[in-house]
């Protein structure tokens, strides 16, 4: 899968062009998407921005189709608002949210897959800013059904930067919302009226053989978060991420690499004239 992006306004380059013709001659998914900013390169009016999204998008796909039917496509959508006191990109802002909504929902009007949004945050470094930020935004995405969310943990900063503890925060969030969205499930089992007529009350559910059943997949259990008492609770809460991060790294395992294949790739660079130097960095991977 390769990604093209439309220059808001209504713009689509001639590199993205190229781009999007070599993937549709090979019959590969291409993502489509736009990233305009109400205020600067939209109108600052929402409605107006999706509309400048959707002509954007739409154009490109219509575009596709064109030069090779039957091209698969994702309909993407990055756009959000500008801070009209700096001008910069706001992605954690309520109104990006609302537009990450609405990829998904117009993507769907369209009978095509979504990609858009993410757990995105115009903070600085891992604080609260970055907590509400991007547990707004990813809910976004995910009340919305949006198919494919490449942003999805340790971005910072309007994307100039990224972060290895956000990522694992952002995956507490993910985690958050994926069981809130699960919702609650009603059979006989999970309203034991045996149990409850049996405990009766005043009585207590901690060592009943129902907790032990459930106690592992009904709750959400948080790897991060810090609950209950402690001395020290914000170093308890980076010890944990930290724990996480160290877990994480260990159990890491390098794909093995087609080495046929990385041969294919330096002599197709080699023959478009990128620098030595610049393929030797296909020996890391």
């Known amino acids: ?46 409605a107006g ?20 039917p039957g091209t698969p496509v994702l309909y993407g959508s ?36 979504s990609r858009g949004g993410g757990a995105l945050t115009d903070a600085k470094s891992l604080d609260v800013q970055a907590g509400y930020e991007s547990m707004l935004t990813y809910y976004a995405c995910k ?56 405990v009766g009350p005043g009585g207590q559910y901690l060592l009943e053989e129902h907790t032990l059943e459930f ?9 991060v978060s810090v609950r209950g008492p402690h001395a020290n609770p914000k170093g308890v809460y980076m010890e944990n991420i930290q724990k996480r991060l160290h877990t994480m790294l260990e159990s890491y395992q390098k794909p093995e690499t087609d080495h046929r294949i990385v041969n294919k790739m330096r002599a197709v660079l080699s023959q478009a004239g990128v620098p030595e130097q610049v393929i030797a960095y296909l020996d890391q991977y």
């Open 78 to 113: 990055q756009s959000t608002n500008a801070d009209l006191s700096t001008c910069a990109i706001a992605i954690g802002s309520p109104e990006g949210a609302l537009c990450y909504k609405y990829c998904g929902e117009m993507a769907r009007f369209y009978g095509v897959p």
């Open 215 to 223: 106690c592992r997949q009904e709750p959400f259990l948080p790897q």
């Open 49 to 68: 921005n999706l509309a400048v999204t959707n002509a954007e998008v739409i154009a490109v796909i219509a575009l596709a189709q064109m030069y090779a």
């Open 143 to 198: 009340d919305s059904r949006v198919n494919l969310v490449l942003q999805s943990a340790g971005i910072l900063e309007s994307y100039l930067s990224a972060s290895f503890e956000k990522m694992v925060v952002d995956f507490e969030i993910i985690d958050m919302v994926e069981r809130y969205k699960r919702d609650i499930e009603i059979n006989e089992d999970t309203i034991p009226l045996d149990l409850i007529d049996e």
């Open 1 to 46: 899968m390769n990604g093209v992006n439309t220059n808001t306004p209504l713009q689509f380059d001639k590199k993205m062009t190229e781009t999007l013709f070599a993937f549709a001659r090979h019959r590969l998914p291409v993502l489509i998407a736009a990233a305009s900013m109400a205020g600067t390169t939209a109108p600052v009016t929402l």
